[in-house]
């Protein structure tokens, strides 16, 4: 099972993937969560990216493209995994079919969660992560916007993309995930 959840900031793919883990006992791989580790431990990498994902802009693509290539080589990998937050430029998607081509591995679905801007900034009033105030979470959005929806025609194009409703019950939106992907 090998699975991209693809979503503004705030759509809930953490939530959900959390979800699948349980469920499906594939790792979830959440840049995101890499990125904030480095930057907690005062890594170069969390040098380089803090100031940035601070700023709600992105991290540059040959730094995330790294992460994720030593990411996928590791053993718990070998069933499956859940990518959350990676790809986010076409750049990274053309890295990861790449990397994956490598191990005769390919994405099988690409699972969309589709909310509204203004559901996104109540749900973020009430995270409370350094990244969250409403500035940066609008620049999160614009960003979102402008660098990462072009991955839906392109995954679209490759009969990749499952979209679904992300506003609802947790456990309903997770049973339109998994009927999605056909599990
Ligand atoms: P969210 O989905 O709520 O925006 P994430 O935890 O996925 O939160 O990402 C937080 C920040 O980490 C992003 O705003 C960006 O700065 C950085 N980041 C995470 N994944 C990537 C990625 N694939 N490419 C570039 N930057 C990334």
């Known amino acids: 099972m090998h699975l991209v959840f693809f979503g503004p900031p705030g759509a809930g793919k953490g939530t959900q993937a959390l979800k699948m883990v349980t469920e499906f006992g594939i790792p979830q791989i959440s840049t995101g969560d890499i990125l ?8 170069e ?3 380089q990216a803090g100031p940035l994902m601070a700023a709600g802009k992105l991290v540059p693509d040959d730094l995330v493209i790294g992460i994720v290539e030593e990411r996928l080589k590791e053993a718990d990998c070998a069933q499956g995994f859940l990518l959350d937050g990676f790809p986010r430029t076409i ?7 790449k990397a994956l081509e490598k191990q005769g591995k390919h994405i099988e679905h690409v699972v969309s ?3 509204p801007d203004a559901v996104i900034h109540e749900r973020m009033k009430g995270r409370g992560r350094a990244d969250d105030s409403p500035e940066t979470v609008q620049k999160r959005l614009d960003v979102f916007r402008q660098q990462t929806s072009p ?6 194009k490759l009969g990749l993309l499952r979209t679904i409703n992300g506003v609802g019950a947790l456990d309903e939106i997770f049973a339109a995930i998994r009927k999605s992907i056909g599990r």
């Open 151 to 156: 991955l839906k025609a392109h995954y679209e």
């Open 45 to 47: 990498l969390g040098k």
């Open 91 to 97: 750049p990274q998607a053309e890295a990861l079919a």
């Open 113 to 115: 969660l589709e909310v």
């Open 36 to 43: 904030r580790a480095a930057v907690t431990k005062g890594t």
